[in-house]
């Protein structure tokens, strides 16, 4: 693997794992019932735990030193550095902080960079599990050194969603649950597994079909797009035109159910697009 992208992904994954050590010593506390700092940010399902800022300090620090001309955008301390930058690098420093706090290995830090406003490279550790999904524009995508490809599937009856909520789910009704009831009755199943950079990577990977969602952040985003793109996947925002992740809405699919999957949305959420 060379060139930019490449060289920056070398640097994602290391300072990935690094954080992704701090997580698993959190996720370890929590599975022998101690305390693990849990607040809240919007809501009663929006949390946060002192771990998701340790992790992102650890994110943070080594970017700034490694990449002082680099802007940063991370969940929970904002945004920081140069205006403008040609390279901007988009940091959850714990997806999946509910699944964290229950002790459910599914959760995983996220490390994704842009070159010149376009997804170029990320990463994204599971330390629970000992999984790291990787890409970069132009080199592949892997998990745990293995190359991935989405999968042949070509019919939505038979496939295996993805989707998420947004955190106010119970008192905003532009909340996802008529399509979530949509595609249950056209898919074969429909997961919601509380993690967006693991819903791509699963994507990725040919063990899920296809992922929708929207009102995320573009840290939600920015290293499983890599990862997805690389392994062959077709992504979009709900109208099928060109995915920008800092827009928050997002289809991605094998490609084969992709334009299945925004005829549903079409359907079910018509007033989106009027």
Same mark, same amino acid.
């Given at each position: 693997?060379?060139?930019?992208?490449? /060289?920056?992904?070398l640097?994602?994954r290391e300072?990935?794992?690094?954080?992704?050590?701090?997580?698993?010593?959190?996720?370890?506390? %929590?599975? !022998?019932?101690?305390? *693990?700092?849990v607040?809240?940010?919007?809501?009663?399902?929006? @949390?946060v735990?002192?771990?998701?800022?340790r992790?992102?300090?650890?994110i943070v620090?080594? +970017?700034?030193?490694?990449?002082? /001309?680099?802007?940063? *955008?991370?969940?929970? !301390?904002?945004?920081?550095?140069?205006?403008?930058?040609?390279?901007?690098?988009?940091?959850?420093? +714990?997806?999946?902080t509910?699944? =964290?706090?229950?002790?459910?290995?599914?959760?995983? %830090? #996220?490390?994704?960079?842009?070159?010149?406003? /376009?997804?170029?490279?990320? %990463?994204?550790?599971?330390?629970?599990l000992?999984?790291?999904?990787?890409g970069?524009? &132009?080199?592949?995508?892997?998990w745990?050194?293995?190359? @991935?490809? $989405? !999968? #042949?599937?070509?019919?939505?009856?038979?496939?295996?969603? %993805?989707?998420?909520?947004?955190?106010?789910r119970a008192?905003?009704p532009?909340?996802?649950? *008529?399509?979530? /009831?949509? =595609?249950?009755?056209?898919?074969?199943?429909?997961?919601? @597994?509380?993690?967006?950079?693991?819903?791509?990577?699963? $994507?990725?990977a040919?063990?899920?079909?296809?992922?929708?969602?929207?009102?995320?952040?573009?840290?939600?985003?920015?290293?499983?797009?890599?990862?997805a793109?690389?392994?062959?996947?077709?992504?979009?925002d709900?109208?099928?035109?060109? +995915?920008?992740?800092?827009?928050?809405?997002?289809?991605?699919?094998?490609?084969r159910?992709?334009?299945?999957? @925004?005829? *549903? +949305?079409? &359907?079910? #959420?018509g007033?989106?697009?009027?």
């Amino acid at each position: 693997m060379s060139g930019e992208a490449g /060289e920056a992904l070398l640097l994602a994954r290391e300072i990935a794992r690094d954080a992704g050590d701090i997580l698993r010593e959190g996720w370890r506390a %929590v599975t !022998s019932a101690s305390d *693990v700092g849990v607040g809240f940010k919007r809501g009663r399902t929006d @949390l946060v735990t002192d771990y998701d800022h340790r992790s992102e300090a650890c994110i943070v620090r080594a +970017l700034s030193g490694a990449c002082p /001309e680099d802007a940063i *955008v991370a969940e929970e !301390s904002g945004a920081r550095g140069t205006r403008g930058a040609r390279r901007r690098w988009l940091v959850d420093p +714990l997806d999946g902080t509910t699944n =964290f706090v229950h002790g459910l290995p599914l959760f995983a %830090v #996220s490390i994704g960079l842009e070159i010149e406003g /376009e997804p170029a490279a990320g %990463v994204v550790v599971a330390p629970a599990l000992d999984w790291e999904f990787a890409g970069c524009a &132009g080199g592949g995508a892997t998990w745990n050194g293995r190359t @991935l490809a $989405v !999968s #042949s599937e070509d019919a939505l009856e038979r496939a295996l969603l %993805v989707t998420g909520f947004p955190y106010d789910r119970a008192t905003n009704p532009d909340n996802n649950l *008529v399509n979530w /009831e949509r =595609f249950q009755r056209r898919a074969q199943g429909v997961r919601r @597994l509380g993690a967006a950079a693991l819903d791509l990577c699963f $994507v990725a990977a040919g063990w899920l079909d296809g992922y929708w969602e929207f009102r995320l952040q573009p840290w939600d985003l920015a290293a499983g797009v890599v990862i997805a793109r690389e392994a062959g996947a077709r992504t979009s925002d709900w109208r099928g035109g060109p +995915l920008r992740i800092d827009a928050g809405e997002i289809v991605c699919s094998n490609g084969r159910i992709h334009d299945a999957m @925004l005829a *549903v +949305l079409r &359907g079910d #959420s018509g007033a989106l697009f009027e």
